[in-house]
């Protein structure tokens, strides 16, 4: 009998023993199995009682107060024709031979009067100089008229006093031809002196002053006649296109000047041109632009259009420059620009204000391509996600993802294929996408329920 109690003893001892062994083993072996036993698919884990693996949601509702804080405006989508553009850097500049005129000395002088400075407004024949000529080659000039005039006189008067000898026969005709020939050298003498006179800025009162034997000490220097405008460029009735402005002043009171030295510079900013800079590369895209006439649009980066009037004026391309420049490799196009002003006096004077000015910026957009039956939304209407594209379907506060897709993307817009995801007559929020994205996202991963359903025919209530 103690026999056998003691063998039953034993087996217990061994048996505790066994399962305190293998108890040892698993704990020690835990970081082997644990990360097994946490990774099973029929274990529940946080992130499922989170509901995590719930569907992601699609709509976000916004309050009237936050869609005023984001400024978002809704518009309907429709199927449209749009042209693709590239985009060209531009600078405004002078029309060569229109915009500026150069105004320089007839005649060697003194500058006695500046009659109008720089930034002042002249008319076409206003006075911009005086100057007190001291030349000897044009007080030679006058007094060689002067004496062939009076010397023609005095043939004239001995012609008529022995015509009536010549004729009785007193004397012989011989004189009379020879007073003939006197007097045709001495009107070559006068018209040589007139032409040169001319060709100096005097004018046919001048002259015949000259003649009269009152000879000119100070001579004025008047503003140009206006150019007509090119034919191919707009009209714009607000361009002052009758008067120039001193745009720069070369010399000074009191100041020695010699023919043909430049005393100002006149400007008249009524037509000018865009010049575009481009790339041999995008050669062929202009020229079929301007072969075609496609307008092309341009961007005023540096104007202020809520101070102007609207302008109303198409832009085309009118040539393209068939030289390249040898450093930057670039040639230029040029495309004419209208452009509009107003005038204010300041202490009696006249002053000229211009919309756009040589050298402002712009961003010339080109057409290249016509792509039909798409939809077209702005860029802020878009929001990118890796490789996909979203916009969002406003209804009432509820505002809906829908993923798109993406034909073609600009600076200022995106166009969408017409394939049925996203349908012609929805109302799409027109800015803000990446923030409306944001906030979804944000509301997901908070945790926010989803309680809103979308029905067949795109709309989006609250569920019921």
């Given at each position: ?112 009067q500046v009659h109008a400075y ?124 009758d008067f120039f402005e001193v ?218």
């Amino acid at each position: 009998m103690r026999k056998n109690l003691n063998t039953r003893v034993r087996n217990w001892i061994v048996q505790i023993l066994v399962i305190a062994g293998i108890g040892a083993g698993v704990w020690f072996s835990r970081d082997a199995w644990l990360p097994l036993v946490r990774e099973s698919p029929g274990a529940e884990t946080d992130e499922d009682r989170n509901g995590s693996h719930a569907e992601e949601p699609k709509v976000v509702r916004l309050s009237p107060q936050a869609r005023s804080n984001l400024g978002l405006v809704s518009k309907s989508v429709s199927v449209q024709t749009y042209w693709r553009k590239i985009q060209i850097p531009g600078v405004i500049a002078d029309q060569p031979g229109s915009s500026d005129r150069a105004i320089t000395a007839p005649l060697e002088g003194i500058v006695e009067q500046v009659h109008a400075y720089e930034g002042d407004i002249v008319h076409p024949g206003g006075k911009l100089f005086t100057l007190r000529l001291i030349g000897e080659y044009l007080q030679k000039t006058q007094s060689d008229l002067y004496k062939a005039t009076r010397e023609i006189e005095i043939l004239n008067r001995e012609k008529m006093r022995i015509n009536n000898l010549a004729t009785s026969g007193a004397i012989p005709e011989k004189r009379l031809i020879e007073l003939d020939q006197d007097i045709s050298r001495q009107k070559v003498l006068v018209e040589a002196s007139r032409q040169e006179l001319i060709t100096r800025g005097l004018n046919q009162a001048q002259i015949r002053q000259i003649e009269a034997g009152e000879f000119l000490r100070i001579v004025d220097v008047f503003a140009p006649e206006v150019s007509p405008a090119e034919p191919d460029a707009a009209v714009d009735s607000s361009a002052a296109a009758d008067f120039f402005e001193v745009q720069n002043l070369g010399i000074e009171l009191g100041q020695q000047v010699a023919t043909g030295q430049l005393l100002a510079v006149l400007a008249n900013h009524s037509s000018l041109y865009v010049r575009g800079n481009a790339f041999k590369k995008e050669a062929s895209n202009l020229a079929r632009a301007a072969e075609q006439g496609w307008p092309v649009e341009i961007e005023f980066t540096e104007d202020t259009a809520r101070n102007w009037p609207e302008l109303d004026q198409e832009f085309r391309i009118r040539n393209l420059a068939n030289t390249t420049d040898p450093e930057s490799r670039t040639f230029d196009f040029y495309i004419p620009l209208t452009n509009q002003s107003r005038i204010y006096e300041n202490e009696g004077r006249r002053f000229i204000s211009w919309r756009f000015r040589p050298g402002q910026r712009v961003r010339i957009q080109v057409p290249v391509e016509q792509l039909t039956n798409v939809l077209t939304v702005p860029s802020a209407a878009i929001a990118h996600e890796g490789p996909e594209a979203f916009v969002f379907q406003q209804n009432g506060d509820l505002f809906r993802r829908i993923p798109v897709r993406v034909v073609h993307q600009d600076r200022t817009h995106v166009v969408i294929a017409n394939d049925g995801g996203l349908a012609p007559g929805f109302y799409i929020a027109q800015g803000s996408a990446a923030s409306l994205n944001r906030i979804l996202k944000s509301q997901a991963s908070a945790g926010a329920r989803n309680d809103v359903h979308v029905h067949a025919d795109g709309t989006t209530h609250a569920a019921h």
